[in-house]
């Protein structure tokens, strides 16, 4: 299966240690979106797209990516690493989630977890969530990928 992981990771590395630990599983390359090959995404069986959140979105250049994609079909998944928990009314990675359905891409699940930030006020105090993503985090990233690479999709 060909694989491709487009990861923005700019802070400190939380949604590169992510993808990959996915990448080991999937058999993936993992890029950033600045080099990413629109040919070889659509030529792709699964494209993840992940970053950190900054200001509660995922990073814009990212974002921009995908907007810029021709619309097509594939299968698809989504990842997030975060300083603050997300609301499960409307998490951090839903309007990526959106953007990649009405492209035409089958979006097989979505992953998040918490990640070491040091934005603004929490800049004072050292930063909170220091020690993330932690082994735990990232056996259930390797799960995650597990689920994909098994056409399982997301657990529920």
Known sequence: MRTVIVCASVSHGNTRRVADCMAQVLGARVVSPEEADPAELAGA???????????????????????????????????????????????????????????????????RCRGFDTWAIFKLVGGINK?????????????????LLDGRGPES
């Open 45 to 111: 069986d699964l494209v993840g797209f992940g970053s950190g959140v900054y200001y509660g979105r995922l990073h814009p250049r990212l974002i921009d990516l995908v907007k810029g994609l021709p619309s097509g079909r594939g299968r698809a998944f989504v990842f997030a690493t975060s300083g603050l928990p997300d609301g499960s009314a409307a998490p951090f990675t839903r309007p990526l989630v959106r953007i990649l359905e009405g492209k035409g891409f089958a979006v097989d699940g979505s992953f």
């Open 131 to 147: 020690e993330r993503p932690d082994a735990r985090d990232l056996t259930a990233a390797r799960a995650f990928a597990e689920r």
